[in-house]
């Protein structure tokens, strides 16, 4: 099949953004059935309006997406500018429902085909519920796996569902017919073994394996670090590693505070006891290496066949801030897979498997 149409054009006038963006697509393939929209946060004030006037021009009536603080696409990487791409799926008919924003309720009564298989999902920061509800929406169907990402935006938290909404969960659900391969990759490397979290309250953690959780800590990131703990922030995290994994998956977590007085550390989570931790590090060449990994092995899951399109959900602390000014880690996509369309934005958590991770980037590939 042929490759997804895309586009993406800078400017902040809704007509004017539709009229390259439709040049750029050029002729809308007859199959053309879903359109995917990602638009820096700038624009969110056009975003209803924008979202119309291609829905209009294309006859494509289901659209989703979101903003971004920044946006990508093929190769390449929109900061400080208002910037917008597009993407123009086709795909069998009904192999898709849309889901519509889930804001205050699980997904435990939400009615998903069987056979549903990918969910390509966008939540709002500012629901608490958001982490619950991406859990319960992917365990509503059988064997469905979603992807996507939490809304960034210094505006308005828009997501698009068809048309411009806000405060849920919201995005799209494909049967089996559709195929596709994901992989995701994480911007951290471990620096220690597991931990048991053996005594804690809500996200303070005071005790692992039966040890002050302070001198546990200090021991894992070394005596360099550890005589000076001012420095661990923003370079090293906490692992939670997911229970059952086969691939010694995790999620990372801010390190939020350490009392020296008592020995206690504080993390962005909750700090069940009897969980496993870990530490790790977070730096730049960590980062390159796990998304070489991650690449390779889409390529050998592609087994050499065309990708007709991609999103690519990463993570606001990766891009420029971790792999450099120049779409580096957009470049490093394009290098190892090929050019194809591929849209997609900078997140303020990333969804994967149905978990909200941070500091990851979560590639899907339709084939």
Known sequence: MDAFPLAYTTGTDAPELARALLAGLGTVPPGANLGFLYATDALAPQLGPLTRLLRDATGIEHWTGTVGLAINVTGEEFYDQPAVAVMLGTFPDGAFDMLPPLTGRTGEDLMLRPNASLAVLHGDPDNPLTPTLVQSISQAAPALFSVGGVTSSQRENLQICDDVTQGGVSGVVFDASVEVVTNHTQGCTPIGPRHRITHSQNNIIAGLDGRDALD????????????????????????????????????????????????????????????????????????????????????????????????????????????????????????????????????????????????????????
């Open 216 to 367: 546990v800590f200090e021991e894992d990131i070394g005596e360099v670090l550890a005589k000076n703990l001012e420095r661990v922030g923003g370079f090293i995290f906490a692992g939670l590693p997911i229970a059952g994994s086969d691939t010694g998956d995790y999620m990372v977590r801010n390190l939020i505070g350490i009392d020296t007085g008592q020995k206690m550390i504080a993390i962005g989570d909750y700090a069940e006891e009897g969980r496993e931790i870990m530490f790790c590090r977070r730096d730049g060449n960590s980062a390159t290496q796990d998304m070489r990994r991650m690449l390779d092995e889409l390529r050998k899951q592609l087994a050499g066949r065309p990708i007709r399109g991609g999103l690519y959900f990463s993570c606001l602390g990766r891009g420029r801030y971790q792999f450099g000014e120049n779409s580096e880690e957009l470049r490093m996509i394009r290098d190892e897979l090929g050019e194809f369309p591929l849209v997609g934005f900078f997140a303020n958590g990333e969804i994967y498997n149905g978990r909200l991770y941070g500091f990851t980037g979560v590639l899907t590939l339709f084939i």
